[in-house]
């Protein structure tokens, strides 16, 4: 009587019979262990020790058994969580759908990559702020450097493209902000080399060897950009952060100096310093069709800033975190999604921003996130080295994989979604000094889990 087509019904049919064995799998293990732990407690009565639910035996019998205990404990928790670990990691490998590949990395920086941008107009191209005192704009098909920009006399901390125009803004840690134009030619694509398809939760880690700490020798050819069309100063500490208003005609920029500034691009000049911050600003995010500004920082907050009403510029503080927020972003529809140091991302509608709809708990800081505009994940940059997605309401959808091969080898500090581009549509940056492009596939039926 099912009325799901046959195809679906024979996947859920196949799928749930997996998991029946691996349950049975997990209770044949089980009970196999049950059985050990009797054994090795018929051996330690004899020694007036028992591993779990007895007495211990009082005097010199106590003190010479209770090594023996310990490694025999030690090594009965190792075998236990071992072959648990292992049923757990054949599970996933058997029911996760997702297809996470990576298809391109971007080499060429001296230093660790603090943020990248994907352009919104053509010549779709990727651009990355390095604490190399550099910018590069780089072919997403073929990874080669485009651009080179070296205004900068410190750290390049973002970067973010006009909604319009072929023209760049960069937050730099010399205390300014430069808005330069670019002009790129595009290369002939390269056939891209035949890769196997990685589920996304393959996360085995060979190694912590650091693979990047030998020199990378730059792009040698890449052309060069030195002076900025437009340099914004008024800032009395690094600027960490910057980013266009909807049009392109302002932009705003955060500072350690605790402020934020909105300045006109045509005049350069100062409009309005948004002032509140208890601490050092991290991150500042525009809203995509609105005149909204998010702030966060060190403070544990972050602000919204809302400057639709020429005449009234309200601000609200939320304080929903426990340590530094990293980053606070818009979506396309009415939320804010801030990721923190302590490990959460909370998802919050504009409407009503009293609480979380959603929080997402994780086991490592979370850095400067994004969220794709048609399918709603967010991209999760781990100081573990890890990236994972989750939908809108916190589920988790994937982690991206990441072993002695592939994958980041030290922080990963930043998330770009492009999701005009076929063959990567996800992009991250960290301090092994490279970016690296993947392909995310998750299936709309994984997804509404």
Request: a negative charge.
């Amino acid at each position: 009587d099912s009325k799901l087509p046959l195809s679906l019904r024979s996947n859920l049919l196949d799928l749930f019979s997996q998991i029946e064995r691996e349950f049975e799998n997990l209770y044949i293990e089980n009970l196999e262990l049950r059985r050990e732990i009797e054994t090795l407690n018929d051996r330690l009565a004899a020694e007036g020790q028992t591993f779990e639910g007895a007495d211990l035996a009082k005097g010199a019998l106590k003190t010479k058994a209770s090594h023996s205990t310990s490694q025999l404990s030690q090594k009965l928790k190792t075998t236990y969580k071992a072959s648990t670990s292992k049923i757990v990691s054949s599970f996933k490998a058997t029911t996760s759908r997702a297809v996470c590949q990576l298809v391109r990395e971007y080499v060429g920086h001296r230093d660790g990559i603090w943020d990248l941008s994907v352009t919104r107009t053509q010549p779709v191209v990727l651009g990355t702020a390095s604490a190399d005192h550099t910018a590069m704009l780089w072919s997403i098909e073929t990874g080669k450097c485009l651009l080179k920009y070296l205004g900068h006399q410190g750290s390049v901390n973002s970067i973010k493209f006009h909604p319009t125009e072929q023209m760049a803004l960069t937050a730099s840690g010399d205390q300014t902000a430069h808005i330069w134009r670019y002009m790129v030619q595009l290369p002939t694509p390269q056939p891209v080399a035949d890769m196997s398809q990685t589920p996304c939760e393959d996360d085995v880690d060979f190694s912590d060897k650091d693979e990047a700490d030998g020199e990378v020798d730059g792009p040698n050819d890449c052309p060069s950009v030195r002076i900025a069309t437009t340099t914004l100063r008024s800032h009395q500490g690094v600027v960490i952060a910057a980013d266009w208003l909807v049009g392109g005609k302002q932009v705003v920029t955060a500072s350690w100096d605790r402020a934020a500034n909105l300045y006109d691009v045509e005049t350069s000049e100062l409009v309005h310093s948004l002032t509140g911050h208890d601490q050092e600003l991290t991150h500042c995010c525009t809203h995509p069709t609105q005149r909204l500004v998010v702030t966060s920082s060190r403070d544990t907050t972050f602000r919204l800033w809302d400057f639709r009403d020429p005449s009234i510029h309200s601000v609200n503080v939320f304080q929903g975190h426990t340590d530094t927020v990293t980053s606070a972003v818009f979506t396309v529809g009415d939320n804010v999604v801030s990721g923190s140091d302590d490990r959460t991302v909370k998802v919050w509608d504009l409407k009503n921003m009293r609480s979380p709809i959603a929080t997402i708990r994780t086991d490592s800081a979370v850095n400067r996130i994004s969220v794709s505009v048609n399918q709603r994940i967010i991209a999760l940059p781990h100081d573990n080295r890890q990236v994972r997605l989750f939908d809108m309401s916190g589920v988790r959808l994937a982690r991206l994989p990441r072993s002695n091969r592939q994958g980041h080898r030290r922080m990963v500090c930043c998330s770009a979604w492009c999701e005009d581009n076929i063959s990567c549509n996800l992009f991250t940056c960290g301090f092994d000094r490279q970016a690296i492009g993947w392909n995310i596939n998750i299936p709309a039926l994984l997804q509404e889990k």
